[in-house]
């Protein structure tokens, strides 16, 4: 059964901090998402990686891929109030737990 | 026009009741899909139909029965309400099987009482 895991599950940051969200996975999938969840809200999607070693970044945003290692990272640089929310990672349809962020003035 | 549409939004009912949600998705997309949020944010896929046909039924009680009738279109069925049942379950598309990212609905919360 396919598991993606991500770590942490929650995390506070201060504003002008920088930190990596780590999601690790158990298939041989090439493909992993990451999306984004505000509270009360639906998801939506942040970014689609397609092969190994594939980066996509968006302001202070960066997320990598790594295939052989079955690893993906989200990390935030400089972080601000506006990226308060929760992140979740996706291989073949299946979700991880999600990483709830707060950041902190 | 929303992309991905359900309703009813906010379903709130008695234990041992039959809900259903709708969704309708206007991307062209082949599958579809339901997902059930819990109230610790968790994320469960619960079914998936590609073309009208189920491709993916997840440990789900056969309470719940989805329905396809065309690929633009995919409703969930609730029989016989529990408490455990309400969360906001999420209908979602995507182009392919297992690819392409995922465009989701709005979200239906449903609360059994």
């Known amino acids: 059964e396919l598991k993606v895991e991500q770590n942490p599950l929650f995390l506070s940051m201060q504003e002008g901090k920088n930190y990596t969200i780590y999601c690790n996975y158990s298939?041989?999938?090439?493909?992993l998402y990451w999306y984004r969840q505000d509270p009360g809200k639906s998801l939506e999607s942040l970014f689609v990686?397609?092969?190994?070693?594939a980066v996509k970044q968006e302001g202070r945003l960066m997320a990598s891929l790594d295939t052989k290692a079955r690893l993906s990272t989200l990390h935030i640089t400089a972080a601000v109030h506006d990226l308060s929310a929760t992140y979740f990672c996706?291989?073949?349809?299946?979700f991880g737990a999600g990483t709830r962020l707060t950041v902190k003035p | 026009d929303t992309a991905v549409s359900q309703t009813p939004k906010y379903l709130v009912t008695q234990m041992g009741n039959d809900k259903s949600i709708k969704c309708e998705q206007n991307?062209?997309?082949?599958?579809m899909y339901w997902y059930k949020q819990d109230s610790k944010k968790f994320l469960k896929i619960m079914f998936s139909?590609?073309?009208?046909?189920?491709?993916i039924n997840e440990t789900v009680p056969n309470r719940f029965s989805p329905k396809s009738p065309d690929k633009a279109h995919l409703n969930l069925h609730i029989n016989s309400l529990e408490l455990g049942d309400s969360a906001v379950y999420f209908c979602?598309?995507?182009?392919?099987?297992?690819?392409?990212?995922?465009?989701f609905g709005e979200g239906s919360r449903l609360t059994v009482l």
């Open positions: 996706a291989v073949d349809m299946r």
């Open positions: 990686l397609l092969s190994n070693g």
């Open positions: 139909y590609n073309n009208k046909e189920l491709i």
């Open positions: 991307l062209g997309h082949d599958t």
């Open positions: 979602a598309s995507s182009q392919g099987v297992f690819t392409g990212e995922l465009f």
């Open positions: 298939t041989t999938s090439d493909r």
